[in-house]
């Protein structure tokens, strides 16, 4: 077998904008600015809406973050009005001219891509010339619902590494399959455990540098009985950083599912149900919501898990911001009156994820307190 390509370091992005590798294997480093701190780790925040984007940079500029803005194949979709091509185009442009004006660097990334099914390829093709990072989740085949074998992820992750790293694109593999519901096109029943054996193969065969083991974390809402803690393998996970680093130690990995979920948010929205007369079924699916506990989440960062995949909680922060406008103004004709609640919502919702990950003062000093920063809606 040829030798992989190294991700090419010298390419340059539009202004302020680089790849989720240089900006990941700072957090795993502890670097910010000029100076090496404790390790961090940088929320990848999932967004679907150019709204999305704003608050997410607006959380970024405020405290000095390092910033992935991560966009799933069916954000895309919804970005270009059903063709996710059309919506890599558009976001492409809008975050390029986001990021002009930014004082931190910012990081685009494809979220749950695939190179095995023929509209997965075609986006990832895609993405590969238009985004800064890509992940190539080839260890599940979505479309048929079941697993793919460890030789035919290595291929197809191999094949996107070749056509990405030359480019200066880091890409993410997967190794395991991670349950719940991540969007329409990605979910799973089941979840099976990263083997550290299969994890050294899969580091050597293909050299991406972002790898996603499995190791408890679900995606979607419901990662546990209420009044569960949901437990991960802590211990697996330095298992598989100990085989990474003896590989590379650029190598660093990923925790999908690593919403949370806010309290606060959660009795801010049923406080709204409440008092519109909707607290029935709506109500007890809000209370029934598990996230991943977040000193399960600290374990991670210790082994290495430095991008942490946030999307859930910050649509319930949405949610909860849109029902108390709604309650608000209920006959306000005014779009802008809406957008603001959910934007103010957003940016508080994103702010709390990145104070908790220790990812601000990386690119200039916050422009708040962040110790006395509260989470409030
Ligand atoms: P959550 O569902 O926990 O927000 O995880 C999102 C995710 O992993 C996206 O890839």
Known sequence: MSKVPALNKERRFPLNMTSAHELILKAKNGVKGNKTSGRYALPAFNVTTYQGIDAAVGAFETLGSSGVLAFSNSALKHFGYGDAIKGLERVHEYVKLVARDSSVKIATHLDHGDYISEGGRKVLQAAVSTLTSVMADNSTDHKNKKATSLEMNIEATREVVEMAHPLGVSVEG???VLAGVEDEDTHSEVSTYTDPQELKVFLEKTGCLLLAPTIGTMHGPNKGKPGDVVKLNIELAHECLKIANSINEDIVFVAHGASTLYPQVVEHAMAQLKEMGAISDAANTWRDFVGTDWKQIEGLIGAGFCKINTDTENRQTYLASLLAAIK????????????????????????????????YGVWHEPKIDVNSFKFEL
Do not use: C, V
Request: net charge positive; no cysteine.
């Open 174 to 176: 997967e190794l395991g």
């Open 328 to 359: 608000q103004g209920p006959a306000k004709i005014d779009i802008r009156f809406f957008e603001k609640a959910t934007y103010e919502g957003l940016y508080k919702s994103y702010m709390q994820k990145l104070i908790m990950a220790g990812n």
